[in-house]
């Protein structure tokens, strides 16, 4: 997987990074970027831009100076933070209280990235959801379920980080095996109380429900999937009676 830009339209990119493994596997991961309609730009996490992809983004962006934010969504995603405020010394930095914790040297906005402080301050270009019943991030560093959601409605793209997995399945096997699928640690997340499996599918079900317009869902370590009118929404039904089946076991 190498390094590019993908552009979704109206306003919004993805960026295909590379992350290996033990210095081996690339697994990929991901950063996108909004533009406003402020026209200023808010990334969506972080990445160590480099080479062609870094001329591109500081081309779009004016050598940064219109980047007005980055949105950590995800609080295991930190290894890139400090190379992004080097780069963006101007913009300000959202993240979740591990992000404060891991990457000290970034500053920091006080409100955390999940805050509804954040969600209505970005209200205008981006709608913001964070999984009900499960942890958003857990003491196990090896629990990655939870993360931010944001979907941006003008291009109908959904940016999410190992909450939602997408699986390469050829069209012609599409009826048979899900395109979408949720974290292997999804079990570890759950939270103790009674009704937390419940609250997770039945927000399954209302993001595929309110962000129906979805074309593009872009996952941090699978790549991006595309999605036919109405299409997106069905399949979030799907993935929600299938976790009950399975939560339910």
């Known amino acids: 997987m190498t390094r590019r830009l993908v552009n979704l339209g109206s306003?919004?990119?993805?960026?295909?990074?590379?992350?290996?493994?033990?210095?081996i596997v690339n697994v990929g991961t991901q950063v996108s970027i909004?533009?406003?309609?402020?026209?200023?730009?808010?990334?969506?996490?972080?990445?160590?831009?480099?080479?062609?992809?870094?001329?591109?983004?500081?081309?779009?962006?004016?050598?940064?100076?219109l980047v007005e934010a980055v949105l950590n969504v995800h609080p295991f995603h930190t290894l890139h933070c400090?190379?992004?405020?080097?780069?963006?010394?101007?913009?300000?930095?959202?993240?979740?209280?591990?992000?404060?914790?891991?990457?000290?040297?970034v500053p920091w906005e006080t409100e955390r990235v999940e805050s509804a402080a954040?969600?209505?301050?970005?209200?205008?270009?981006?709608?913001?959801?964070?999984?009900?019943g499960i942890q958003y991030f857990s003491e196990n560093e090896k629990v990655h379920a939870g993360?931010?959601?944001?979907?941006?409605?003008?291009?109908?793209?959904?940016?999410?980080?190992?909450?939602?997995n997408v699986l390469p399945v050829p069209e012609a096997l599409r009826?048979?095996?899900?395109?979408?699928?949720?974290?292997?640690?999804?079990?570890?997340?759950?939270?103790?109380?009674?009704?937390?499996?419940?609250?997770?599918?039945?927000w399954l079900e209302e993001i595929g429900a309110r962000w129906s317009g979805t074309k593009s869902v872009c996952a941090a370590h699978n790549g991006v999937a595309r999605f036919a009118e109405g299409d997106f929404e069905q399949v979030m039904r799907g993935l929600a009676a299938r976790t009950r089946k399975k939560l339910a076991a």
């Open 118 to 132: 954040v969600a209505e301050k970005y209200s205008r270009d981006l709608q913001l959801s964070l999984p009900q």
């Open 175 to 202: 009826g048979y095996i899900p395109r979408l699928v949720l974290h292997p640690t999804l079990g570890a997340a759950m939270n103790a109380e009674d009704g937390a499996a419940e609250r997770f599918c039945r």
């Open 147 to 164: 993360s931010l959601l944001a979907f941006h409605p003008a291009s109908g793209s959904l940016h999410v980080d190992d909450t939602l």
């Open 34 to 65: 909004v533009r406003l309609q402020s026209g200023r730009f808010v990334f969506l996490d972080s990445y160590t831009l480099n080479g062609e992809i870094r001329e591109l983004v500081m081309g779009l962006t004016q050598d940064g100076s």
């Open 11 to 23: 306003g919004f990119w993805n960026v295909r990074c590379t992350m290996k493994l033990a210095g």
């Open 82 to 105: 400090a190379a992004m405020a080097r780069d963006f010394p101007a913009a300000k930095f959202y993240g979740s209280e591990r992000h404060h914790r891991v990457c000290p040297s």
